[in-house]
């Protein structure tokens, strides 16, 4: 057989002579071709569920799609609506008052995947720019439901149009999509409600009724489908005709009625902060505030000269960047004070930085939560912890994700390389998002060498403690100096009013023959001795800042030697952990191996031999379990605030103690029988609960070593209605009496030693406090005695908010 040519597709030319005929066309080297027929990509029919329910992330990123939808068709309100959410039939239905659509439109539009009418329309009829690009977003509602029926309605139309679809047809093996067929009707009229059956006007627009939902929507999830919906739009830059409606027909006063954007504070906000590039390329960078009369700014730079190595031009396009700055305190604006739990409520909904296309927002940037956290802000002020003007070197400081609401403005028409993904969840990663991404950390970078500056050429001598303490002391000075004085004119007063020898004109004295000079004294008694009390509240207001400046000098000296000890802790697990497992390796092979060649070892002293081994062997075992235990505890996803199941930290904690509780200090373990058999999941910072139980372990052991009998430790978990209760008992010494509020105080501690000197920090149970309270939202009490004897402390934890079921 003639070589086979593998670059030209048939013989080798050098033996072409060789064969007759010739298959090689000589003029260009390539082989002749006989045309078949014209031949196309196709699809099957899963690909509609891969675009819908297996790459939009959520149901709520879904519903997010077919809103933005309505409002490309020019809707001024879109209504979503459930029906017998705790039925087996739930129906949702969106609907809107758009343009609507013919059967034209929905056969050749609606109906057709990836279709490009938005990319080439740009703008809607009534001069939207519009929001969807890919075709995409209608595929979504196979993520919500089994069913979708839609139905349209054009404005002055006799008839309206409806179409069935069945989302399972697309699962079935082997079907091609366009052999997927669904049924496609006319109809006189959109006026019956599908929710309430009744009859209404309903002259233009689109209703979508989605049937077999396929999450369990509760009044958590709406909710937290409620809050995206009030970030879809900008609170400082919103779409003003345009609202969205909820209402979850269960009547949940929360969730239901019309969704506003979060109540705006940004006024109040002690900077403000513009960057933006133009069309030209040129970068400026701008912050000012209310509160003061300093400015800050770049002029107008090419885009090439403030971002050397970026290129010559953005590849992001010409956008606006805009953040406010609030330092979480206090603040006073013209003649409003705002209270830091306002500001704090205004933050906790919009803090983060987002992003904006024509408007709307792109997800998942500058989720309020701290998710999309794109600009890595928390990260950033994580290892620069310093203060602003006080701690901080200059250059140092870092802005804080939580201090911070603002927002970049893109568009369509002018950001063309600034793509979304596919499934609605950011933009693609490119060069354009890396040019806005470098900008916008630019941006911030801006902000804080500037705010840096401002706040450390402020006077910064005294802090506001010791202005007050300043200000105290001049007020007593000013009092002594008022009574001197008084007495000054008191005897004046007295030496002018001697000779009058009348009554003096006082309602008090009406009718009364009072001797002027003895009226006089004792009416300046009365005034030296109002004047005496409040020189002696002055007095002990200053006495009271130095006791809170030394009480707190010694929390935060005890708070940063217990962060000490935390380190060492890590440092020590990483250090012996790889010794531990090596030794305990090793202890187990000469365990396992030695007896067997004992011929070296006296009959006698064999047994004793064997012993010392298997010490040996538990030893290491238990300095491994420690080791692994304490580096545990220094993973990021251990403190990262999330949903987990408190009742496996319990077992974790319990397991990684059981030796040395059980073994080494025989103390009988009651944890496991009291547990539920279901997850018990709970929202907070799994780091803290570890923390809470270790200290309540440490408590027990110090308060079991100083009573006789047995000794035992009881942890329940139980449901108590929309909280779990947590009761954790032993059978030590107790609390004492009247002490069951003072030692969750800062550095109150009852342990003491031998000699009757306090022997505990006094911190372990005010971080336990702080971490039940402030960072999980439950509460914690302690009872002098409780089932087993000893002290006993019952802590209360807000569960979780039931997630969707994805």
């Given at each position: 057989?003639?070589?086979?040519?593998?670059?030209?597709g048939?013989?080798?030319?050098?033996?072409?002579?060789?064969?007759?005929?010739?298959?090689?066309?000589?003029?260009?080297?390539?082989?002749?071709?006989?045309?078949?027929?014209?031949?196309?990509?196709?699809v099957?029919?899963?690909?509609?569920?891969?675009?819908?329910?297996?790459?939009?992330?959520?149901?709520?990123?879904?519903?997010?799609?077919?809103?933005?939808?309505?409002?490309?068709?020019?809707?001024?309100?879109?209504?979503?609506?459930f029906?017998?959410?705790?039925t087996?039939?739930?129906?949702?239905?969106?609907e809107?008052?758009?343009?609507?659509?013919?059967?034209?439109?929905?056969?050749?539009?609606?109906?057709?995947?990836?279709?490009?009418?938005?990319?080439?329309?740009?703008?809607?009829?009534?001069?939207?720019?519009?929001?969807?690009?890919?075709g995409?977003?209608?595929?979504?509602?196979?993520?919500?439901?089994?069913?979708?029926?839609?139905?349209?309605?054009?404005?002055?139309?006799?008839?309206?149009?409806?179409?069935?679809?069945?989302?399972?047809?697309?699962?079935?093996?082997?079907?091609?999509?366009?052999?997927?067929?669904?049924?496609?009707?006319?109809?006189?009229?959109?006026?019956?409600?599908?929710?309430?059956?009744?009859?209404?006007?309903?002259?233009?627009?689109?209703?979508?009724?989605?049937?077999?939902l396929?999450?369990?929507?509760?009044?958590?999830?709406?909710?937290?489908?409620?809050?995206?919906?009030s970030?879809?739009?900008?609170?400082?830059?919103?779409?003003?005709?345009?609202?969205?409606?909820?209402?979850?027909?269960?009547?949940?006063?929360?969730?239901?009625?019309?969704?506003?954007?979060?109540?705006?504070?940004?006024?109040?906000?002690?900077?403000?902060?513009v960057?933006?590039?133009a069309?030209?390329?040129?970068?400026?960078?701008?912050?000012?505030?209310?509160?003061?009369?300093?400015?800050?700014?770049?002029?107008?730079?090419?885009?090439?000269?403030?971002?050397?190595?970026?290129?010559?031009?953005?590849?992001?396009?010409?956008l606006?960047?805009?953040?406010?700055?609030?330092?979480?305190?206090?603040?006073?604006?013209?003649?409003?004070t705002?209270?830091?739990?306002?500001l704090?409520t205004?933050?906790?909904?919009?803090?983060?930085?987002?992003?904006?296309?024509?408007?709307?927002?792109?997800?998942?940037?500058?989720?309020?939560?701290?998710?999309?956290?794109?600009?890595?802000?928390?990260?950033?002020?994580?290892?620069?912890?310093?203060?602003?003007?006080?701690?901080?070197?200059?250059?140092?400081?870092?802005?804080?994700?939580?201090?911070?609401?603002?927002?970049?403005?893109?568009?369509?028409?002018?950001?063309?390389?600034?793509?979304?993904?596919?499934?609605?969840?950011?933009?693609?990663?490119?060069?354009?998002?890396?040019?806005?991404?470098?900008?916008?950390?630019?941006?911030?970078?801006?902000?804080?060498?500037?705010?840096?500056?401002?706040?450390?050429?402020?006077?910064?001598?005294?802090?506001?403690?010791?202005e007050?303490?300043?200000?105290?002391g001049?007020?007593?000075?000013?009092?002594?100096?008022?009574?001197?004085?008084?007495?000054?004119?008191?005897?004046?007063?007295?030496?002018?009013?001697?000779?009058?020898?009348?009554?003096?004109?006082?309602?008090?004295?009406?009718?009364?023959?009072?001797?002027?000079?003895?009226?006089?004294?004792?009416?300046?008694?009365?005034?030296?001795?109002?004047?005496?009390?409040?020189?002696?509240?002055?007095?002990?207001?200053?006495?009271?800042?130095?006791?809170?400046?030394?009480?707190?000098?010694?929390e935060?000296?005890?708070?940063?030697?217990?962060?000490?000890?935390?380190?060492?802790?890590?440092?020590?697990?990483?250090?012996?952990?790889?010794?531990?497992?090596?030794?305990?390796?090793?202890?187990?092979?000469?365990?396992?191996?030695?007896?067997?060649?004992?011929?070296?070892?006296?009959?006698?002293?064999q047994?004793?031999?064997?012993?010392?081994?298997?010490?040996?062997c538990?030893?290491?075992?238990?300095?491994?379990?420690?080791?692994?235990?304490?580096?545990?505890?220094?993973?990021?996803?251990?403190?990262?605030?999330?949903?987990?199941?408190?009742?496996?930290?319990?077992q974790n904690?319990?397991?990684?103690?059981?030796?040395?509780?059980?073994?080494?200090?025989?103390?009988?373990?009651?944890?496991?029988?009291?547990?539920?058999?279901?997850?018990?999941h709970?929202?907070?910072?799994?780091?803290?609960?570890?923390?809470v139980?270790?200290n309540?372990?440490t408590?027990s052991?110090?308060?079991?070593?100083a009573?006789?009998?047995?000794?035992?430790?009881?942890?329940?978990?139980?449901?108590?209605?929309?909280?779990?209760?947590?009761?954790?008992?032993?059978?030590?010494?107790?609390?004492?009496?009247?002490?069951?509020?003072?030692?969750?105080?800062?550095?109150?501690?009852?342990?003491?030693?031998?000699?009757?000197?306090p022997?505990?920090?006094?911190?372990?149970?005010?971080?336990?406090?702080?971490?039940?309270?402030q960072?999980?939202?439950?509460?914690?009490r302690?009872?002098?005695?409780?089932?087993?004897?000893?002290?006993?402390?019952?802590?209360?934890i807000?569960?979780?908010?039931?997630?969707?079921?994805?």
């Amino acid at each position: 057989m003639p070589p086979f040519d593998s670059q030209c597709g048939g013989l080798d030319p050098a033996q072409a002579s060789m064969s007759e005929p010739s298959p090689l066309n000589l003029a260009d080297g390539t082989a002749q071709r006989t045309p078949i027929a014209d031949a196309h990509f196709s699809v099957e029919a899963r690909l509609a569920v891969q675009l819908g329910r297996e790459s939009i992330s959520s149901s709520i990123t879904a519903i997010m799609e077919l809103v933005k939808n309505a409002y490309d068709a020019d809707a001024t309100k879109v209504s979503i609506r459930f029906k017998g959410l705790h039925t087996v039939s739930p129906v949702m239905v969106v609907e809107d008052d758009g343009c609507g659509m013919t059967e034209d439109g929905l056969r050749n539009c609606w109906m057709v995947i990836g279709t490009s009418n938005k990319v080439k329309l740009r703008k809607s009829s009534k001069n939207r720019v519009l929001t969807g690009e890919k075709g995409l977003g209608r595929l979504g509602l196979d993520r919500l439901c089994k069913t979708t029926t839609v139905q349209s309605i054009v404005e002055d139309a006799n008839e309206g149009v409806e179409l069935i679809v069945d989302w399972s047809k697309y699962e079935q093996d082997d079907m091609r999509l366009e052999n997927v067929l669904h049924k496609v009707f006319t109809i006189p009229n959109l006026r019956c409600d599908p929710i309430t059956k009744q009859w209404r006007d309903y002259p233009h627009g689109t209703r979508l009724t989605l049937a077999g939902l396929k999450d369990d929507w509760t009044e958590s999830t709406i909710a937290d489908l409620r809050a995206e919906l009030s970030l879809l739009v900008s609170p400082f830059a919103g779409v003003g005709d345009f609202h969205i409606e909820l209402d979850s027909g269960m009547g949940w006063r929360l969730v239901d009625g019309i969704v506003q954007t979060p109540v705006s504070l940004l006024e109040a906000a002690q900077w403000k902060v513009v960057t933006s590039i133009a069309e030209n390329g040129l970068v400026q960078m701008r912050m000012d505030s209310r509160h003061h009369s300093r400015i800050y700014e770049e002029a107008p730079v090419p885009w090439e000269r403030r971002f050397p190595g970026w290129g010559a031009r953005p590849h992001c396009g010409p956008l606006r960047f805009e953040f406010y700055f609030f330092p979480r305190r206090t603040t006073t604006f013209g003649d409003q004070t705002i209270s830091l739990g306002t500001l704090r409520t205004f933050l906790d909904s919009n803090q983060g930085i987002r992003v904006y296309r024509d408007g709307f927002r792109v997800k998942p940037y500058g989720n309020p939560n701290g998710d999309g956290d794109w600009l890595r802000l928390a990260y950033r002020r994580m290892f620069n912890p310093e203060g602003v003007a006080q701690d901080a070197k200059p250059g140092n400081w870092r802005v804080g994700y939580n201090q911070v609401v603002g927002a970049v403005f893109v568009s369509r028409e002018k950001n063309a390389e600034l793509l979304d993904q596919t499934n609605r969840e950011g933009l693609v990663e490119g060069k354009a998002l890396a040019h806005l991404r470098v900008f916008a950390e630019e941006s911030v970078r801006f902000f804080e060498l500037n705010n840096q500056d401002y706040e450390m050429s402020l006077d910064r001598k005294r802090s506001p403690r010791e202005e007050a303490k300043e200000q105290a002391g001049e007020s007593v000075r000013a009092t002594e100096g008022a009574l001197k004085r008084l007495g000054e004119v008191a005897g004046a007063f007295g030496s002018l009013l001697s000779g009058l020898g009348r009554p003096l004109p006082l309602p008090e004295l009406e009718g009364k023959a009072v001797d002027v000079r003895d009226a006089a004294t004792k009416t300046l008694a009365e005034i030296q001795k109002t004047l005496d009390e409040a020189k002696e509240k002055l007095e002990q207001s200053a006495r009271s800042f130095h006791a809170e400046d030394l009480r707190e000098s010694s929390e935060k000296d005890t708070m940063a030697n217990l962060a000490s000890l935390g380190i060492l802790a890590a440092a020590f697990g990483h250090e012996t952990l790889g010794w531990a497992s090596s030794c305990a390796n090793n202890a187990g092979w000469l365990e396992r191996n030695l007896p067997n060649h004992f011929f070296f070892a006296d009959a006698n002293i064999q047994d004793a031999v064997r012993q010392k081994l298997h010490d040996t062997c538990t030893q290491a075992r238990r300095i491994e379990t420690f080791a692994e235990f304490s580096i545990g505890n220094v993973k990021p996803e251990k403190r990262k605030r999330t949903t987990f199941c408190i009742k496996k930290v319990i077992q974790n904690v319990f397991k990684a103690f059981d030796d040395a509780l059980r073994v080494q200090r025989n103390i009988t373990l009651d944890v496991e029988a009291n547990l539920p058999a279901g997850p018990c999941h709970i929202k907070g910072y799994p780091i803290d609960w570890e923390s809470v139980l270790v200290n309540l372990i440490t408590n027990s052991v110090w308060a079991m070593s100083a009573k006789q009998g047995g000794r035992a430790i009881r942890v329940t978990l139980e449901a108590n209605g929309p909280d779990f209760r947590l009761t954790f008992d032993d059978s030590g010494i107790g609390i004492a009496v009247g002490t069951e509020e003072k030692i969750f105080l800062p550095t109150y501690s009852t342990k003491k030693n031998d000699l009757g000197q306090p022997n505990g920090t006094g911190m372990g149970l005010t971080i336990v406090k702080n971490f039940v309270e402030q960072n999980t939202g439950g509460s914690v009490r302690a009872f002098a005695s409780g089932a087993l004897g000893g002290a006993s402390f019952v802590i209360v934890i807000p569960a979780a908010k039931e997630t969707m079921k994805l």
